[in-house]
């Protein structure tokens, strides 16, 4: 299992938008398992709908691409690289993620070709699924 700062030293995101709390199953270059607990300190939840905090989708899919960045990032290769979003694909949101939820994101690299990588994202809250998606990275 990757704490916090072990995750700092594979991808550069930092509060307050490191977005992944620990990666529990890692397999570089393959796929990676992670989760971050939503909590009401979180930056967006004063604004993201008052009285109702809701995770933002966009956020989720930023959550789920750190994780995916982890897998590719921890390639011997790619060590201190930045993995940048090339595409988003048939993102669908299917629950609402909510301060006290842990969020439960698995990507799956699908295709990695020289600087550019695709993978299948998914979102769990407990055993209901939040999101799925198909991200594209570019490493630089």
């Known amino acids: 299992m990757l704490d916090r700062s072990?995750?700092?030293?594979?991808?550069?995101?930092?509060?307050?938008?490191?977005?992944?709390?620990?990666?529990l199953d890692l397999e570089p270059g393959v796929k990676a398992t992670g989760e971050l607990d939503v909590t009401m300190q979180m930056f967006w939840t004063q604004g993201h709908f008052p009285r109702h905090p809701v995770m933002p989708g966009v956020l989720i899919v930023e959550a789920m691409a750190q994780v995916g960045a982890v897998a590719l990032l921890s390639l011997p290769q790619n060590a201190g690289k930045i993995a940048f979003f090339a595409g988003i694909d048939k993102v669908r949101f299917k629950r609402q993620v909510v301060p006290g939820d842990t969020l439960t994101m698995h990507v799956e690299l699908t295709k990695v070709r020289g600087r550019v990588g695709f993978g299948e994202?998914?979102?769990?809250?407990?055993?209901?699924?939040?999101?799925?998606?198909?991200?594209?990275?570019a490493v630089q």
């Open 6 to 23: 072990a995750i700092e030293g594979i991808i550069p995101h930092r509060d307050p938008f490191l977005l992944v709390d620990r990666v």
């Open 121 to 137: 994202a998914s979102a769990y809250v407990g055993d209901q699924v939040a999101c799925v998606g198909v991200l594209m990275f």
